[in-house]
């Protein structure tokens, strides 16, 4: 029982992650109407800029504005010298300009930190594990999943209850005239994508200490984070947030409990190779079945 | 590509022609200039432009963008790895296939696999349009792509490598120069199917269908199905490119299926020019080509690569294929 808690928090935890990265992916989609290939690279640039920062300070307190900054900076200079020009272009040249965006940053990558992973230590003060009655569970991990809750908190906030979110709502669906009434919606654009990378990049020094930092980060969790997306229905943050919590929760069960079910099934290395195989193919599997379901997903944005 | 401008033809076989020329003449003069490894190249371009032309009936013809084609290509290549080496072994497949180690065969099974997945992956992604078809072609060949890194028995992760290319005739396939020929004869064969199909009433239907579905449909016809008989038969292409790749090297990986070469696939038809019938092989000559150039020069090549391709999405119109015949491209 204190097992299967556990791992529903690893879910839980990796779901937070998940909608980081998808909210930003989903409000560009949802009011630009670009498909970026290169969030990817955002979450790896706040990784590794978090990373860098810890190394040089000593403190992952103060890696963390470090990774913000970097992502935030990185996304908005993105948006301002490629992405800007991509607004009026079909998906096709969105994804080719993207693609190469990925190639670009991968290997300046290569060239600054080395092909090397890098590791990030988890800080001293939540290094340690909370007493939850049942079991033990790791600070760390408690604070990726509070901090990821505040997130969504804020933004839904942010998008319903500010003035700047009501522009982006309004920028949406009515472009010109925002702009009719003396709204600089490239700027607004700039900055809501910003966000968007500033989301990004917390996720990827959130994950800093959990995974090793290393080029190709980005795409792994990208293509999940498409998934999400594609669950929760594009263009809308309640979907990615309740996407990204179905997808880590699923994601993390059949990899956590599928090898021992299918173990007391057959025998032990059949048995592995089962479970290893259908649990790295069960989001998808789960997204082929919503698509059956609700093809515009489970809560799309657009009637 | 959704682009509802006219798309280009060729008028004249002289230049296809000429190329072809070239190319018949390419294993010998290589072999004079004593630079065997050209053929081998050449070969690898000419496989990559068979799976760009496939790719090309999806997006140029079918205006379906799919960034997941590397599953289509892999799932021929590993076709081929898993019949050679269960031939070799003398243990059929699944307990009732027999493993074969004919080249006609194994494209023949490699056309068929590919085929079969392309119509699942199809029937769902069809589904969806625009932005999630993107996403969903990408998501469902990462699912293949895991899928076969899971495959412990054929591989896993280090794929695996057989001894031999598959036999056709009594051709001596050991011998580079015989397979380029072999690859350039289904090359070949592939296009003048797809110029056939381009012309033909499934064709035109294709473009009617990519310019305004809903006129398409008001005429009686099943959009659905003509797009998802399109994915279907550039799946096929696709896997039957992944088939002579996995000859080529004798070696087959998940590597195959890595997302990046769905990306290189699309970046091939865009810069040769979608919708054409040469287009797509001339982009993938000219992409290997600009990789092999770049890499001779630095092993960092991708960091001017990837600026390239963002200025040619954000400037190049058309393709390659425009090029030499702006005249008639109204």
Known sequence: MALVLEQLLNGIQFGVMLFLLAAGLTLVFGIMGVINLAHGSLYMVGAYAAALGAKLTGSFLLAIPCGLVAAGLAGMALEYIVVRRLYARDHLDQVLATFGLILFFNQAIILLFGRQPMFVQIPPLLSGALDLGLFAYPVYRLCIILAGLACAGGLFLLIQRTRLGMLVRAGATHRDMVQALGVDIRLLYTILFGLGAVLAGFAGLMAGPLLSVQVGMGEQILILTFVVVVIGGLGSVAGAFWGALLVGLVDTSLRAFLPQILRALMNGSEADALAGGISAMGVYLVMALVLLVRPKGLFPAYG | ?330
């Open chain 2, 1 to 330: 590509m959704a682009n509802p401008r006219s798309f280009p033809r060729f008028k004249g076989w002289l230049l296809p022609g000429l190329a072809l020329a070239c190319l018949l003449a390419l294993p010998p003069v290589a072999q004079a200039l004593g630079q065997p490894a050209l053929v081998t190249l050449v070969t690898r371009m000419m496989i990559l432009g068979l799976a760009a032309s496939a790719l090309n009936i999806a997006l140029g013809m079918g205006g379906l963008i799919s960034l997941g084609h590397a599953a289509f290509y892999g799932i021929g290549g590993y076709a081929v790895g898993i019949l050679t080496t269960h031939a070799a072994a003398g243990a059929p497949f699944l307990g009732f296939i027999p493993g074969s180690d004919s080249l006609a065969l194994n494209l023949l099974a490699a056309l068929v696999a590919s085929g079969v997945a392309a119509a699942i992956i199809g029937a769902l992604a069809l589904r969806t349009s625009g932005i999630q078809f993107i996403m969903i072609t990408l998501a469902f060949a990462q699912m293949v792509f895991f899928l076969f890194v899971a495959l412990k028995a054929y591989g896993g992760d280090d794929g695996m490598s057989f001894r031999r290319r598959n036999g056709l005739l009594d051709f001596n396939m050991r011998d580079d120069a015989t397979f380029f020929y072999v690859s350039l004869g289904v090359l070949s064969l592939w296009l003048a199917l797809s110029a056939r199909l381009l012309h033909s009433r499934f064709g035109l239907l294709l473009g009617g269908i990519r310019q305004s579905e809903r006129r398409m449909q008001a005429i009686g016809v099943n959009t659905f199905a003509m797009r998802w008989l399109a994915f279907v038969l550039s799946g096929m292409g696709a896997g039957l490119a992944g088939a002579l790749m996995a000859n080529l090297g004798r070696f087959v990986s998940p590597d195959l299926m890595h997302w990046t070469q769905s990306g290189e696939m699309l970046i091939m038809v865009v810069l040769g020019g979608a919708g054409t019938i040469f287009g797509p092989v001339l982009g993938a000559f000219a992409l290997i080509g600009l990789e092999t150039l770049l890499a001779s020069w630095t092993e960092h090549w991708q960091i001017f690569l990837g600026p390239l391709l963002v200025l040619m999405a954000l400037t190049f119109r058309g393709g390659l294929a425009r090029l030499w015949r702006k005249g008639d491209a109204s």
